[in-house]
T-cell receptor
Framework: DAKTTQPTSMDCAEGRAANLPCNHS???????VYWYRQIHSQGPQYIIH???NNETNEMASLIITEDRKSSTLILPHATLRDTAVYYC????????????FGKGTRLSVIA | DTGVSQNPRHKITKRGQNVTFRCDPI?????LYWYRQTLGQGPEFLTY????????KSRLLSDRFSAERPKGSFSTLEIQRTEQGDSAMYLC???????????FGQGTRLTVV
């Protein structure tokens, strides 16, 4: 079963930052937080992952709380093409376990 | 490299028939995963391979399902005696070994009528 809790859906105005929360209160010390998204009728796409430090790449930023019990994915300037289901996943750092998906957050970016 | 390739993209079959799907992972990716996704749900893990060895199988993988990766390259997923409940999107992903991202294919959509 998924070890994360996410809101079912969120809206965001085009051009504004989208902040997607995720709770993972039972995360273990050797587990990373991964984010994927799935645009309609496509396979999931990797966004970013991190352990305890904040991470940033060309797609998004990942903010992990100091106690690591929650995190936020930030899309700094959301576009209509960011409309998708976003999945927050915790996974052992060795990568020896498969990704376990929950239901994710359906983000709708509105013009 | 064009990414993870899955064939066919769509398959319609009659209940009781056998179907086989193919996944071609990214070259040199040791790990290959199979997932199933139904409408409104996240992908559910089925099984995964490291090279040719099948390392883990979900309890979702009934005895009607079998997966192979004979030479550690492409993989096939076969469903025998299909049922209407098998209708879903079947996704394949591959990754190198270690703490890294997995790359997903576009999936095979199966409809059992």
């Amino acid at each position: 079963d998924a070890k994360t809790t996410q809101p079912t859906s969120m809206d965001c105005a085009e051009g504004r930052a989208a902040n997607l929360p995720c709770n993972h209160s039972t995360i273990s010390g050797n587990e990373y937080v991964y984010w994927y998204r799935q645009i309609h009728s496509q396979g999931p796409q990797y966004i970013i992952h991190g352990l305890k430090n904040n991470e940033t790449n060309e797609m998004a930023s990942l903010i992990i709380t100091e106690d690591r019990k929650s995190s936020t994915l930030i899309l700094p300037h959301a576009t209509l093409r960011d409309t998708a289901v976003y999945y927050c996943i915790v996974r052992v750092g060795s990568g020896n376990t498969p990704l376990v998906f929950g239901k994710g957050t359906r983000l709708s970016v509105i013009a | 490299d064009t990414g993870v390739s899955q064939n066919p993209r769509h398959k319609i079959t009659k209940r009781g028939q056998n179907v086989t799907f193919r996944c071609d992972p990214i070259s040199e990716h040791n790990r290959l995963y199979w997932y199933r996704q139904t409408l409104g749900q996240g992908p559910e893990f089925l099984t995964y391979f490291q090279n040719e060895a099948q390392l883990e199988k979900s309890r979702l993988l009934s005895d009607r399902f079998s997966a192979e990766r004979p030479k550690g390259s492409f993989s096939t997923l076969e469903i025998q005696r299909t049922e209407q409940g098998d209708s879903a999107m079947y996704l394949c992903a591959s990754s190198p070994i270690g703490n890294t991202e997995a790359f997903f294919g576009q999936g095979t959509r199966l409809t059992v009528v």
